[in-house]
């Protein structure tokens, strides 16, 4: 199988778990609590998987300098993309808080969920593709990071459309094509960089991680906290350690 063909695979499959989270959250009664702590989880696995391999591989291959502003370069424009969408209606994307959007809210920011659900994705799944580069197979930490953290996004996002009165194909639809999306940045970017310099893909790689770690302070730890409360330190610090204890192993 070709690299760039085994990178769309993985980041499909990433992707995919956006589909299996809205199939829980069209056709099950998933308490908000449990969905806050396979948030609070998925957020410890992330910030592992950034740091021991995103960011440290940054590093190493591109220099202090350059990951640290791609690093930042991240952060800012997922906090400004964030911020542009909230005002859409993408605020609700992840709720898993007491606030469900209305009905009005649900059914006039379809289209910002989708770019909000884009927004986590691409950059994911790019790393995805750039990790099958160095012939050593996928990243599995930074796999199970993002299939983890999406699972949460795609239930309570097909929850709240369902409760809006979207049918659905058009629910299924837009995470369908979310996730085939991914698939497509996964293999882009292993394709497109394929031979690139070394310190490109260091770049590119922080750029990516600067991003996630935003998302994670922003949106998946305030939100689970709102449901777990005292216990969402402890369950991401078991997501933390569950990912550095696969990545040791793997």
Request: proline fraction near 3%; charge should be neutral; include cysteine.
């Amino acid at each position: 199988m070709t690299v760039w063909l085994e990178a769309g695979l993985w980041g499909l499959l990433a992707g995919s778990a956006l589909l299996l989270g809205a199939a829980a959250g069209w056709w099950f009664a998933i308490p908000p609590a449990v969905v806050a702590g396979v948030m609070a989880f998925g957020a410890g696995v992330l910030v592992s998987a950034l740091a021991f391999e995103l960011v440290d591989e940054a590093e190493r291959t591109g220099g202090l300098l350059a990951t640290s502003l791609g690093f930042l370069v991240g952060a800012c424009a997922y906090v400004v993309a964030n911020e542009l969408l909230s005002r859409r209606g993408a605020r609700h994307r992840k709720r898993s808080g007491p606030h469900q959007p209305s009905e009005h809210e649900a059914k006039g920011s379809g289209a910002a969920i989708a770019i909000g659900a884009l927004l986590d994705g691409i950059p994911e799944s790019v790393v995805l593709g750039l990790s099958v580069l160095g012939g050593g197979g996928v990243g599995v930490t930074v796999l199970a990071a993002v299939f983890i953290s999406n699972i949460p996004e795609g239930l309570s996002s097909a929850a709240g459309m369902k409760r809006a009165g979207r049918s659905a194909g058009y629910v299924f639809g837009v995470w369908a094509g979310i996730a085939l999306a991914c698939g497509g940045a996964a293999l882009l970017g292993s394709l497109l960089l394929d031979g690139a310099p070394a310190a490109t893909i260091a770049v590119i790689t922080a750029v990516a991680a600067g991003g996630i770690l935003a998302m994670v302070a922003d949106t998946m730890i305030p939100e689970a906290f709102q449901r777990t409360h005292v216990l969402t330190g402890l369950i991401t610090t078991v997501g933390f350690l569950t990912a550095f204890t696969v990545q040791r192993w793997g």
